[in-house]
């Protein structure tokens, strides 16, 4: 499963120092919080593939484990509020700062298509 997005070009955050750094940098970064749910696999992880091959796209890709890697990803969700912890979930930040962000309810029940859409949207507008 975290494979998964590292065999698409995403960089695995293991520890809240390499989240911070990699949050706060400028440019463009998406964030996926990843995880074992049925709309991780179904949803969440496909749309985000299909979403960063377009010709607007962040310019950096890295993922978090919830339930694998803890430490890290309680960092990254510092990073998300005032959003509650959710997974999976997607962020994309801008020069350090939450531009947009998916919680699990605007995942579940969707496609990957509308997922990749979601978020193709927001990198026109901010990438």
Same mark, same amino acid.
């Given at each position: 499963?975290?494979?998964d997005?590292v065999?698409?070009?995403?960089?695995?955050?293991k520890t809240?120092d390499?989240v911070d750094?990699a949050?706060t940098? &400028?440019g463009?970064?998406l964030? $996926?919080v990843?995880s074992v749910?049925?709309?991780a696999a179904?949803? #969440? /992880?496909?749309?985000?593939?299909?979403s960063?091959?377009g010709?607007k796209? &962040?310019?950096?890709?890295v993922? $978090?484990?919830?339930g694998?890697?803890g430490?890290?990803t309680n960092q #990254? /969700?510092?990073?998300f509020?005032?959003?509650?912890p959710?997974?999976p979930?997607?962020a994309?930040?801008?020069?350090?700062?939450?531009?947009?962000?998916?919680e699990r309810?605007h995942?579940?029940?969707?496609?990957?298509?509308?997922?990749?859409?979601?978020?193709q949207?927001?990198?026109d507008e901010?990438c």
């Amino acid at each position: 499963m975290a494979t998964d997005l590292v065999s698409a070009g995403f960089e695995e955050l293991k520890t809240p120092d390499q989240v911070d750094k990699a949050l706060t940098q &400028p440019g463009t970064v998406l964030c $996926v919080v990843n995880s074992v749910c049925g709309c991780a696999a179904g949803a #969440a /992880r496909p749309g985000v593939k299909k979403s960063v091959h377009g010709a607007k796209r &962040p310019a950096k890709l890295v993922t $978090v484990f919830a339930g694998v890697d803890g430490d890290a990803t309680n960092q #990254a /969700r510092k990073h998300f509020l005032p959003y509650p912890p959710s997974s999976p979930s997607i962020a994309l930040f801008k020069d350090g700062k939450l531009v947009h962000f998916l919680e699990r309810h605007h995942i579940e029940g969707r496609s990957a298509e509308m997922i990749a859409e979601n978020l193709q949207m927001a990198y026109d507008e901010f990438c």
